[in-house]
């Protein structure tokens, strides 16, 4: 139900943009989350937005800006000044408001930022 695209390789200072289509109305009132999981490591919450309101993790603030476009039930993650530390695996996901944790979950698109 959560489709992500628009990884790639790239090197360090640049940019891409994800995308993470989602299936069926309901998701246009939930809140949309980017994680990313980096070899070795935990996955580890990127950003998230709801209505207007976003949050970031500090290790993005100022680079990463997500955005949403309820037409297209489609969440973007515009990522600049990348680093090599954040090659990951980039997943899409989605929870109703009040949950804790988020229930539906992309497949994952692999970043490489090369140095």
């Known amino acids: 139900q959560l489709q992500a695209s628009g990884g790639g390789l790239v090197q360090a200072g640049g940019s891409l943009r994800l995308s993470c289509v989602a299936s069926?109305?309901?998701?246009?009132?939930?809140?949309r989350g980017w994680f990313r999981q980096a070899p070795g490591k935990e996955r580890e919450f990127v950003a998230s937005?709801?209505?207007?309101?976003?949050n970031y993790a500090d290790s993005v603030k100022g680079r990463f800006t997500i955005s949403r476009d309820n037409a297209k039930n489609t969440v973007y993650l515009q990522m600049s000044s990348l680093k090599p530390e954040d090659t990951a695996v980039y997943y899409c996901?989605?929870?109703?408001?009040?949950?804790?944790?988020?229930?539906?979950w992309g497949q994952g698109t692999q970043v490489t930022v090369s140095s």
């Open positions: 996901a989605a929870k109703p408001r009040y949950e804790k944790t988020y229930a539906y």
């Open positions: 069926g109305s309901t998701f246009s009132t939930y809140v």
């Open positions: 937005i709801f209505s207007r309101i976003t």
